[in-house]
């Protein structure tokens, strides 16, 4: 079970929150926002703070970090089998892709498939 936000205050606290929930971390824009200290979450800030999870090894769902502190963001291990999965689905398809998506061929693995999906593309 994941830990509550408390703690968090630097790149390196989400990615260790991240190791440590399976390659996931659900937190939001309000705690990204306090660990860039920013005081709004305009378009140059969630483009900074995008660049700075990824060169922490993140990625994030969704794809444009919303404006709203209180709107969810899940991190991601970049290269984890989570983050394999996510890559497949938003990538142009390939074989790789198609491989990867493969290896989730059980009922438990498609219905988080399918969740993953629906915040693509929300």
Known sequence: ?????????????????????????LTNMGVLREVKQAGRLG??????IGNKLSSVGLGHLPAELPAYQERSVI???NGGPVGKVVQAVINTP?????????KLNTSTAQDKLRRITEIVQE
Do not use: C, P
Not at 14 to 21: S, T
């Open 75 to 77: 991190l991601y291990v």
């Open 43 to 48: 378009n140059l800030v969630r483009e900074e």
């Open 94 to 102: 390939s074989h790789e892709s198609a491989e990867q998506l493969r």
């Open 1 to 25: 079970m994941q830990e509550e936000f408390d703690g968090i205050k630097t790149w390196d606290d989400l990615r260790k929150a991240a190791d440590d929930n399976g390659g996931v971390y």
